[in-house]
């Protein structure tokens, strides 16, 4: 009996002290990690099939690097990440809130000396971000069921639930959505910022009950739509247009935009650090500029790149003279995103 | 009661009543196996029922997409792998709770049947905690774990149940002839138990095979387990592939349950 | 055998599992309570701060309503079935029982799927209406308490049929012969005699869908609206949106003091029974 309980007890001590080494031991298979991958987080369905085309199958055939493409960036799985020292991203598409705000909150790594050719690039790479394109967030509806007059063009609109009654959607963040509801309230595009949150969280209670989804991955904007769900959606002009191509013709109000940067972003300890450096510079190169926003119709910021697009695709860039269009402000997220986001979270849930 | 149904009309009627009911009830409940499968076999570009064509196409895009197989092939590793494991350490466990009285031996046995009663987020969010702590989050390692103690309480169940039907005077008599402890287990107890090690075995794999909500908390993006994707992709994005999924986890199931009722037949001391 | 080898037997074969069910599953449940308290530096923040929190406390109303409500469906659905398979011959019973065994095997992720399809607002059942109808119908089944009620009734209502099945089984037939012969109407034996005597079954059945439906979190998830989010979804939002795992943790505290509390019942009939 006596032996039999220093078994256990030897056992237990044994488990104990393996459990309390295991954090090195198993950290330190890490490290190893083999160095022709990278994993790319970006925002799925058809916006993914255009970067791959446009970029990533060229960055494979370039460099022999196998991309690893995930959906739907999250600034939170971002934070985990970093807080457990598990990352597992390596580039993280990032529009220009989450990026500005990663960037404070430090889960960026900082560019390479040299990556990028400054004196082609239109907007100028911060230490930690690049700028990618200018995207335009607006009113998407299917027009197969909504004639004219019979959607709304703007965010005023779009918060009228007497005139246009039905079923809506909004992202699940607070950047764009609370930037839409001030719009949609009366506040000029010119004075948005500092953002009046309380204001704006106000006049989201007032359609919060006609909400009927916070899409978290961007396809669904446009899926809502397709299958009845919804009969207005927060989308993209992109995403409408490259959905068109696949053949679902949804359309978008170009009346009112929000207009915006979206980054590429290396994640702070990313596995494939020195993968992901070389494949942002790749997707700011002028060709791959052009091929890429050729197809998504978004305004690249490699200035050689401008003049490769075709007639149709200009059509669809964001247009940044048109007054009533509004321009997100990333250093004011920078310092609000991470508060207003859990006050958004929660009040979504309410 | 057939025998003792009494022939009055009012009874007649309640009766007649009593399976209309009933079969309302079983249509309700088998109405998303028979959606789901006739869709699998329709065409990829309509989502409606029943399907206007059958081809075999939404399989064929399931099996080529990586997007896809990768999941599947991960279940399939994390499954096989939980399943010998769960094997290797509730085997001799059952054996232990069923023909032995220790101190503690309530404990134990409460501690590993736990599973079965604290709701499946409360167990993932504690491996979810703990396996951050121990940094392993995200590995096929930590799903593995997370499984083994989610399946171990199926496991002893059908175990223990089998070893109590088992002969111990043929334990004994072999123990009597001299064989050691191990030996006697592996010789006399583990022969016997194959229709048990076989059901407890297919048990614990579609367990694992199926189980969303630990693998949710614990997969990382390249180790997402079917039923993982399968989650993601039924709240983001409205994809027929799914349906082919569905049925083909639902094949699963239906063989799994087949064989055990097979198994069942075969050993009329267990019926 | 005397005690010693006895005991030497059990702890050979019972270790391995001991130990990895206290290092890989006690450790952790350990580890929830730990954070719950701020880890190592001790506090009740989380717990008041929950208190506090007007969404804790609509979620947790909601979860309390939703596992009751689909608790009592799934009962009376399950029942009905019960009483079906009762009266078959045992024959008759082994096939229908396949009717039963079927859903219960299948995931619940298929059913989830299955039900976007079938009560979507383009879904088959308002497709159906329209046509009956002849006016576009469009009611909202999915994405709220209603789509959520039916996915998990649908999901639970085999756990309560095999309970209240063995316990309809075990009542003696010459009862309800004897209650018959005295002239009792369907009706009234089903109230004097039936029920009161399948009760052990119903609490069975009724305890284990509750700690079920406590803990539900796929179907909330994929066939309710935000509003619907059950104490389990809160547990996800905080682990993954927010961050704050130690709200976390104090929600999962909370659902396994909910869920003891349901089981109570169960292993008081338990012990009354042996």
């Not at chain 2, 059952?94 to 604290?118: D, E, K, T």
């Not at chain 2, 001299?178 to 229709?195: K, Y």
């Not at chain 3, 599953?25 to 530096?41: E, H, K, Q, R």
């Not at chain 3, 803990?215 to 682990?239: E, H, K, Q």
Request: glycine share 8%; charged share 15%.
């Amino acid at each position: 009996m006596t032996e039999a309980n220093r078994l256990t007890r030897r056992n237990f001590m044994a488990s104990g002290a393996s459990l309390l080494a295991a954090p090195a031991i198993l950290g330190a298979g890490r490290a190893l990690a083999s160095t022709n991958k990278l994993t790319f987080v970006t925002w799925g369905g058809t916006y993914r099939d255009s970067v791959y085309e446009g970029g990533i199958r060229s960055f494979t055939e370039k460099t022999g690097i196998e991309v690893t493409i995930i959906d739907t960036p999250d600034l939170a799985k971002v934070k985990a990440q970093v807080m457990t020292g598990n990352v597992e991203w390596d580039v993280f598409d990032a529009p220009g809130a989450m990026g500005a705000s990663g960037s404070k909150e430090g889960y960026w790594e900082a560019f390479d000396e040299g990556l990028f050719d400054l004196d082609d690039l239109a907007i100028a790479p911060t230490a930690d971000l690049a700028p990618f394109y200018t995207w335009a967030g607006g009113i998407a509806y299917d027009p197969s069921k909504k004639g004219e007059g019979e959607y709304p063009r703007n965010f005023a609109e779009y918060f009228d639930l007497e005139k246009f009654p039905g079923r809506r959607t909004f992202r699940d963040r607070p950047s764009e959505t609370l930037e839409a509801a001030l719009l949609a309230d009366g506040v000029a595009p010119a004075d948005l910022y500092p953002l009046d949150v309380d204001r704006a969280f106000a006049a989201l209670d007032r359609i919060k009950p006609s909400v009927a989804s916070w899409v978290a991955a961007t396809p669904q904007t446009i899926t809502l739509l397709q299958t009845g769900e919804v009969d207005f959606s927060y989308s993209y002009s992109s995403r409408v247009r490259t959905t068109g191509e696949a053949g679902a013709g949804m359309a978008f109000s170009f009346d009112q935009t929000l207009n915006g940067l979206e980054y590429l972003a290396v994640v702070k300890g990313a596995p494939n650090r020195e993968n992901a450096m070389k494949f942002v510079a790749h997707m700011l190169s002028p060709e791959v500029q052009a091929a890429t926003m050729e197809l998504l119709a978004n305004a690249p910021v490699s200035k050689g790149a401008v003049p490769l697009l075709s007639e149709e695709s200009r059509k669809w860039l964001p247009d940044m003279e048109n007054a009533n269009n509004a321009l997100m402000n990333d250093a004011w997220w920078a310092d609000n995103f991470e508060t207003v986001s859990r006050r958004f979270k929660e009040w979504m849930l309410l | 009661m057939s025998d003792r149904s009494i022939r009055d009309p009012q009874s007649r009627r309640l009766q007649a009543m009593g399976s209309l009911l009933a079969w309302a009830v079983y249509i309700f409940l088998l109405a998303p196996i028979v959606v789901v499968v006739p869709m699998a076999f329709g065409s990829p570009n309509e989502l409606s029922f029943p399907p206007s064509t059958y081809s075999l196409d939404l399989f064929r895009q399931f099996l080529s997409s990586p997007a896809w197989t990768g999941p599947l092939l991960q279940s399939a590793k994390v499954a096989s792998i939980s399943t010998v494991v769960v094997l290797l350490v509730g085997v001799p466990a059952a054996y232990g709770i069923a023909r032995f009285r220790f101190p503690g031996r309530g404990l134990i046995m409460g501690a590993m049947m736990s599973p079965l009663v604290i709701p499946s987020i409360v167990t993932a969010l504690g491996f979810y905690l703990y396996f951050s702590y121990l940094r392993i989050n995200g590995t096929t390692l930590a799903l593995v774990l997370g499984h083994v103690m989610h399946t171990l309480p199926y496991v002893l169940v059908m175990i223990v149940a089998g070893i109590q039907k088992l002969d111990r005077n043929l334990e004994f008599g072999a123990q009597l002839m001299g064989a050691g402890r191990f030996r006697m287990f592996r010789t006399v107890v583990l022969p016997q138990l194959v229709p048990s090690l076989i059901g407890a075995g297919l048990f614990a794999f579609l367990i694992s095979f199926d189980e969303v909500v630990i693998s949710w908390f614990l997969s990382g993006p390249t180790t997402a387990t079917l039923p993982v994707k399968m989650y993601s992709a039924i709240r983001w994005e409205i994809s027929p592939i799914i349906a082919a999924v569905s049925t083909l986890l639902t094949g699963i199931s239906l063989v799994v349950c087949l064989i055990m009722v097979a198994l069942k037949k075969s050993t009329p001391s267990a019926g | 055998m005397n005690r010693a080898a006895e005991l030497r037997g059990a702890v050979a074969f019972v270790t391995p599992a001991t130990l990895i069910t206290l290092s890989i599953l006690a450790a952790p449940l350990l580890y929830i309570f730990y954070t719950s308290f701020g880890g190592p530096d001790f506090s009740f923040r989380a717990y008041s701060d929950l208190l506090g929190s007007a969404l804790f406390r609509r979620t947790l109303s909601t979860t309390l309503i939703i596992a009751l409500s689909a608790s009592a469906l799934s009962l009376v659905l399950g029942y009905v079935i019960a009483l079906h398979l009762a009266r078959q011959t045992p024959r008759r019973r082994s096939l229908y029982m396949v009717l039963v065994l079927l859903p219960f095997w299948t995931s619940v992720l298929v059913k989830c799927y299955a039900f976007t399809v079938i009560l979507g607002r383009s879904g088959m059942v308002n497709e159906f209406l329209t046509w009956v109808s002849g006016s576009q119908v469009q009611l909202a089944l999915i994405l709220n308490r209603i789509g959520v009620l039916i996915g998990m009734t649908n999901y639970l209502t085999p756990f309560v049929v095999f309970p209240v099945l063995a316990s309809l089984m075990a009542i003696d037939d010459s009862v309800y012969r004897a209650a018959s012969v005295m002239g009792a109407k369907p009706v009234r034996i089903f109230r004097t005699v039936t029920l009161p005597l399948s009760l052990p079954g119903i609490i069975a059945g009724l305890s284990s869908v509750l700690v079920m439906a406590l803990g539900f979190f796929i179907v909330p998830a994929l066939l309710g609206g935000p509003r619907d989010a059950m104490l389990s979804n809160l547990v996800d939002f905080y682990t993954r949106e927010t961050l704050d795992w130690s709200m976390a943790a104090a929600v999962g505290v909370l659902l396994l003091g909910m869920v003891v509390l349901a089981i109570a019942p169960l292993s008081v009939l338990r012990r009354k029974q042996s």
